[in-house]
Each structure stands twice: as C-alpha cells, then as structure tokens.
C-alpha cells in the first residue's frame, strides 16, 4: 500500500520557467510534508517543508502547496535553472511518528 | 561534523558473507534513522534511534538485518548472510530531537551496497 504517491516518473522543464511537481497522500494521520532533492551518488537534501495547519509555505524560488481535502500537494520552483536536475521525492509525516514516508520520486530535467 | 557522515561510500561482497554499515549523526541530535533505497524505488524506513528508548526496529526486512546505536551517537547497521536482493542504496538520517512533531530529517550521502 504505497501512501505516498508521485505519479510523474519524470518532468522535463526549459530553463526560467516553472517547474512544478506533484504528490498524492493517502493517510489522513499524515500532518508534515517535506520535499527532498537527490542528485545521483548523494543523499537527499531537505528543500522545503509544509504542516497540515497550513496551505503555502515559500522560501525563495521554491514555494509548496498543500491542498488537505484533495490530500495533494505540490511544488514550484520558479524560476527553475539547470542547477535543480535531480530527484525530487515528497515524503510525509505521522504526528508523533518516527519515520518519513516517501514517494518514488520524480526526475526533473531543466534544459537550458 | 557539519552533517551526516557514512561509511563505507561503496560496499561489494559476496553472498552470504555479513557486512556492516557506519553512521555518524549530526552531532547533538538525538534521534536516528536508517532506511534504504532500492534500484527504482523510494525510501523504505528501516529503524528508528531516539536516546535510550529502545529502537523502532518495525521497518527491519528480516531477522538478517539489525543496528545497534553506542553511546546515543555512532550507530552500526549490521546484514548477515548477505542476499541480492539486500543490494540497495542504505542511508542514515539525523534529527535534533526525534519528537515526531515537524522535525526535518537530515541525511546522509549513502552507502551503495552490492551483493553478488
């Protein structure tokens, strides 16, 4: 049963413009978001995060939407620049839980 | 250190041979993660440190895989009798307090396993 879900294997976005990427939830106990990067032979680097109370969360060129009713939530990058190719994986979290649950992933490509 | 440190960066061994597998937390955070990443696939939660409560040891595949953590820093994610399939990408995670209330995660570069 796979909570997490980002149906986008892949996205290919021309540089300058924006790139946005898409994660479905099923547990509504889920109550923090997070969005991670990973470029190959790295670990994922945290990016931006959301909790449930709120429904936008911005930090400079990167902006998350959480949509609870709909259990989606999004995030823009704009402008994206060829520096943002990698993985991107959304990931949830249980109040009072202990672990992260992630998505597959997305791979986002900024031709320039 | 400034972030979360993995060691070894590659591991290749044979089947059936045990391996072990470092981590080193940010350091003053208390709670600790372990997960891994197969060839296509997302982040799948392993175990779960936080002080000296006893591990969530929920995520473990199978009785082959256990981690102790020493010290409530350095922890050590052991495999015996290695299988292919345990070939996965095994990265450990660091958080201040492990309060499970909007606390970021921080990983660390991985260590790319491959049994033969």
């Known amino acids: 049963d796979q909570q997490v879900k980002q149906n986008s294997p892949s996205l290919s976005v021309q540089e300058g413009r924006i790139s946005i990427l898409n994660c479905d939830y099923t547990n509504s106990m889920f109550d923090y978001f997070l969005w991670y990067k990973k470029y190959p032979a790295e670990g994922p680097t945290f990016l931006i995060s959301?909790?449930?109370?709120?429904d936008k969360n911005e930090d400079g060129r990167f902006t998350v939407f959480l949509n609870k009713s709909a259990k989606h939530l999004s995030l823009h990058i704009v402008p994206s620049q060829p520096g943002d190719s990698a993985v991107y994986f959304c990931a949830a979290h249980r109040r009072y839980g202990n672990k992260l649950v992630f998505g597959a992933g997305t791979i986002l490509r900024v031709k320039s | 250190g400034a972030g979360v440190s993995q060691s070894p960066s590659n591991k290749v061994t044979e089947k059936g041979k045990d391996v072990e597998l470092r981590c080193d937390p940010i350091s003053g955070h208390t709670a600790l993660y372990w997960y891994r990443q197969s060839l296509g696939q997302g982040l799948e939660f392993l175990i779960y440190?936080?002080?000296?409560?006893?591990?969530?040891k929920s995520g473990l595949p199978s009785d082959r895989f256990s981690a102790e953590r020493t010290g409530g820093s350095v922890s050590t994610l052991t495999i015996q009798r290695t299988q292919q399939e345990d070939s996965a990408v095994y990265l450990c995670?660091?958080?201040?307090?492990?309060?499970?209330?909007?606390?970021?995660?921080?990983f660390g570069p991985g260590t790319r396993l491959l049994v033969l």
């Open positions: 440190f936080q002080g000296n409560s006893a591990p969530d």
């Open positions: 959301i909790s449930s109370i709120k």
């Open positions: 995670a660091s958080s201040l307090a492990g309060t499970g209330v909007e606390e970021t995660q921080y």
